[in-house]
């Protein structure tokens, strides 16, 4: 019943976002802030990071180009700052386009009305427009805008264009002044972008914080991630709703080919079997169809196999260097990780990843950091809530020779960092910090996980071996006088001469002792 | 006994010097000795006895799984010349708690449980081919004997006759015992020190002119060593007295030829020569105890089959038959089910009848 509830929920925020022209926007703002991430200002200040930053890095590989993003905030008061971003690459600012509402391909944001709720979070607590600096050529000079949302129209209007000096070569600057609260520690601009640094290696970032700090992040790889395909949805993780939408605004001309043009996995034969199911003319109009017939349709496809879904649509971050990001963000002594094969959960494809640091300078005797990402997006609030942080307290650690009180997360020096990646992240809310608990996507995070764990279990197995090993080794030395003193008093034999020459073929056989197992060949 | 305590002494020093030079020819110091373990054991035809057989281990002081052993060794050889050099014995805890001390500059212990050095001790009789009683190093004593006999422990006389109600009670080392005089025919050694006293107060030793002897459960070493010096100093018979259960039999069975523990030194403690008097599966009949069965657990029926299957019982027939008949009745009965005949019919009626019929097995 919760699920269906946050599923009307979404469909009635999608719907909201598409047909913003029905509605004053602001007023959609007011009412849904809380869905949007901007229920209180310590949240709305990481949640415009977050739009402009996952905005920038779409938008950069979508072009192909390796994203270099750099982030500012300025603190004018107790209450007002500044959040200034950055790309160098040669694009222009295509930031307030939904362009990627509901495309199924995997994506950070996929509801197309981020940067705009930032924009329009500024303009409503500030009254500040936002201001845009575009460079693309350096022989050229930089065009200045200054955007606000008309909330009538619900349009951005430009107020204010120029032709300015910018001392970069090229690239895009956009600069928000809003209302806000500054706070570090573990929901912070400064743990967001760390995060951001491990799941996206390809991204150079760089922060200055209020207190005028200056953070690097470089990068850990050249090589762009491959560029997911789009697909077309999948019959069975269609929605009634949806699909009354979707008969709506197709071009086919039939329900027939509305079925095969509009879903993936639906050929000639599949769209008849549909059809007849439903008891509707193949050749009906989908214009036409009224609300019964298309819920017999909807009922019609749930009752129908289908192949799954291709997964080439899916860009995982893969294994190799998802841990590269965890080593050079993370100091920890030994690292792991794990690509799954992709799966599907109700007619959407998904894959999991999973990465463990272990040891080094991690706190020993705290829970395990458990650290979630969605399409290579951090998430950092509602962990309780999450399917990911459901999946790795069900694991047994306690199997892989670690701490563990009933099913919470570990306890160690170790940070769990779990990514899955999907067309369609089922989030629990529009605020998109929480899994949806489906059980194949649980399955596939435990699988993971799991796979993580016993690697770590045998590294710890093994260094724990060579730990009492060299331990004993370091014993010879405090043997060697007991044995002398021993000796002496059997045979007679001068102590010094015994302890000088023991000692001396300790010395002598310490290489062979350490290689060989504690034995002397 | 001067000579003794030298030749023990010098096999000590011997086993210090041999390592010294090991480690002055820049060798591995290592400690060679037979194996101790089950499979290092055999049933010899010949003397019928536990011996064990030719399987050595070398410890090495230079492996970290030896290492240990090896200090302990060479640490217990020393506490033991110390207590021949200052003619003192030590018991056996005494040892363990010499022993335990912290080796400096580690959280280690040279020995943790008496197990340990206990283990040790027993590798020093093979190394040294002596006994640990000859290493000054005492069990307790456990044990009551009495009867016609004469001895003479370090400067004491002691007459085994009068002793009053607790008899004397057996040392460890019975190594150095004289006996000054003798005159019993034969020997009983009991399973329960409760019978030993029934047959004490009786004056069953007097009448009977025997000695009674007795430990509580297990037989200890200076037992054993006592029976064997009796036995073959004076060529007179021992008759084996035990509850009729497969303990009882492994008692026996132990006594006659020896146990796996102690199969580096059966030449000294068993007695071929020894022979079952009771209580046997005919006893029960005979003697109607039938009544005063006790029903067997689980572990007495599995004694019971691994002791029938004992090489030294396996092609015995008249033992086979006693086995079979315990496993037919599937209980067992202790020695003092006889006194429900009376509580001297033990001493009056079925020991004398037992021994004079000749009713043993052997």
Same mark, same amino acid.
């Given at each position: ?20 022209? &029905? ?37 950069? &590989? ?25 790309? +160098? ?9 939904? @362009? ?10 996929? %509801?197309? +009305?981020? /940067? ?94 209020? &207190? ?44 027939? @080919? ?9 050929? @000639?034969?599949?769209?008849?079997? /549909? ?8 050749? @009906? ?77 991690? &706190? ?39 701490? %563990? ?9 170790? /940070? ?6 999907? /067309? ?98 | ?18 390592? *010294? =030079?090991?480690?002055? #020819? ?21 003397? =019928? ?150 047959? #004490? ?38 008759? *084996? ?122």
């Amino acid at each position: 019943m919760q699920k269906k509830l946050t599923e009307i929920k979404r469909i009635r925020a999608e719907e909201l976002a598409k047909e913003q022209r &029905e509605i004053s926007v602001s007023s959609f703002f007011e009412k849904n802030r809380h869905l949007l991430g901007f229920d209180n200002p310590i949240r709305a200040l990481l949640t415009t990071v977050k739009e402009l930053v996952d905005n920038a890095a779409d938008a950069t &590989e979508e072009m192909h180009i390796l994203p270099e993003i750099f982030v500012e905030i300025k603190q004018l008061s107790e209450t007002r700052f500044i959040v200034i971003e950055e790309q +160098i690459p040669k694009i222009f600012a295509k930031l307030l386009y939904g @362009s990627k509402f509901f495309k199924l391909k995997m994506a950070r944001g996929q %509801q197309g +009305i981020g /940067v705009s709720a930032s924009v329009l979070y500024a303009q409503l607590t500030t009254g500040k427009p936002v201001k845009i600096i575009s460079k693309i050529d350096p022989k050229k000079p930089a065009h200045y805008y200054e955007l606000h949302i008309d909330t009538n129209k619900n349009e951005p209007e430009i107020i204010k264009e120029d032709i300015v000096e910018w001392d970069k070569s090229h690239g895009t600057r956009v600069e928000l002044e809003l209302e806000a609260k500054y706070q570090k520690g573990k929901q912070s601009v400064f743990e967001y972008l760390k995060q951001t640094a491990i799941a996206n290696p390809h991204i150079h970032l760089f922060y200055i914080s209020p &207190e005028q700090e200056k953070i690097d992040f470089p990068r850990a790889t050249n090589s762009l991630p491959i560029e997911p395909k789009q697909i077309k949805p999948h019959p069975l993780g269609i929605e009634l709703g949806i699909l009354i939408r979707m008969l709506r605004e197709t071009k086919a001309r039939t329900v027939q @080919s509305f079925l095969q043009i509009e879903f993936s996995r639906i050929g @000639s034969t599949k769209a008849k079997e /549909v059809c007849d199911k439903a008891k509707i003319p193949a050749n @009906s109009k989908p214009k036409k169809i009224a609300r019964q017939e298309a819920e017999n349709l909807f009922k019609a496809i749930q009752q129908t196999k289908f192949v799954a879904p291709p997964t080439d649509c899916l860009s995982p971050i893969t294994s190799a260097l998802l841990e590269k990001g965890l080593r050079k963000e993370i100091d920890a002594e030994f690292f792991v990780s794990t690509t799954r094969p992709p799966a599907v959960y109700r007619g959407f494809p998904f894959q999991i990843e999973c990465s463990l640091a272990y040891g080094g300078n991690l &706190e020993k005797e705290s829970q395990a950091r458990l650290i979630r990402f969605a399409n290579r997006v951090p998430l950092l609030y509602q962990q309780s809530a999450c399917a990911i942080t459901k999946s790795v307290a069900l694991t047994n650690w306690r199997a892989y020779g670690l701490q %563990q009180s009933g099913n919470s997360l570990p306890v160690g020096p170790f /940070v769990i960092v779990v990514h899955i990646a999907s /067309v369609w992240v089922p989030f629990t809310s529009e605020s998109k910090e929480a899994i949806a608990h489906y059980p194949e996507i649980i399955k596939e995070i435990k699988l993971a996980v799991q796979e993580c764990g016993r690697k770590l279990a045998s590294h710890l197995r093994h260094t724990v071996r060579a730990h009492e090993q060299r331990e004993k080794i370091n014993l010879f030395e405090k043997y060697i006088p007991e044995i002398a003193s021993s000796l002496h008093n059997l045979s007679g034999e001068s102590k010094t001469l015994i302890t000088e020459n023991l000692n001396k073929m300790l010395k002598k056989n310490l290489p062979s002792l350490e290689k060989n197992g504690g034995k002397v060949d | 006994m001067v000579v003794k305590l030298t030749k023990t002494k010098s096999k000590l020093q011997d086993f210090g010097k041999k390592i *010294v =030079k090991d480690i002055n #020819h820049k060798k591995n110091p290592t400690i060679t000795l037979p194996v101790r373990s089950l499979s290092n054991v055999g049933f010899d035809k010949k003397t =019928k006895t536990l011996m064990l057989k030719d399987k050595i281990a070398n410890r090495y002081f230079f492996n970290v799984a030896h290492a240990k052993k090896f200090l302990q060794t060479v640490e217990i050889a020393s506490l033991s010349k110390n207590l021949l050099d200052e003619d003192k014995h030590a018991s056996l805890r005494d040892v363990f708690y010499m022993a335990k001390r912290t080796i400096p500059g580690t959280n280690t212990n040279i020995v943790d449980e008496q197990i340990e050095s206990d283990a040790v001790i027993e590798d020093l009789e093979l190394i040294t081919d002596s006994s640990r009683e000859q290493l000054h190093i005492n069990a307790n004593k456990m044990g009551s004997v009495a009867g016609k006999v004469v001895i003479k422990d370090r400067q004491d006389t002691i007459n085994w006759a009068k002793l009053g109600s607790g008899g004397w009670s057996i040392p460890s080392n019975v190594e150095d015992i004289k006996f000054v005089k003798m005159s019993a025919k034969y020997i009983i050694y009991m399973e329960k020190a409760a019978v030993w006293e029934r047959l #004490h107060e009786d004056k069953f030793w007097e009448k009977q002119n025997c000695i009674i002897m007795s430990s509580q459960g297990q037989t200890t070493r200076g037992i054993r060593r006592l029976l064997q010096r009796l036995h073959t100093e004076f060529k007179i018979p021992i008759y *084996v007295l035990t509850d009729f259960d497969p303990w009882g039999f492994y008692i026996y069975s132990v006594l006659k030829f020896g146990s796996i523990s102690l199969a580096h030194m059966s030449e000294k403690v068993a007695i071929p020569g020894v022979k079952f008097l009771g209580i046997t599966a005919d006893d029960i009949e005979n003697y109607d105890l039938k009544k005063h069965l006790i029903k067997f657990k689980e572990t007495d029926v599995s004694r019971l089959s691994q002791i029938s299957k004992y090489e030294w019982f396996e092609k015995n027939k008249e033992w086979q038959r006693q086995f079979k008949m315990m496993k037919e009745l599937k209980a067992k009965a202790e020695i003092q089910a006889l006194s429900a005949r009376g509580i001297s019919f033990i001493s009056e009626k079925y020991l004398p009848e037992k021994i004079k019929n000749k009713e043993f097995l052997d």
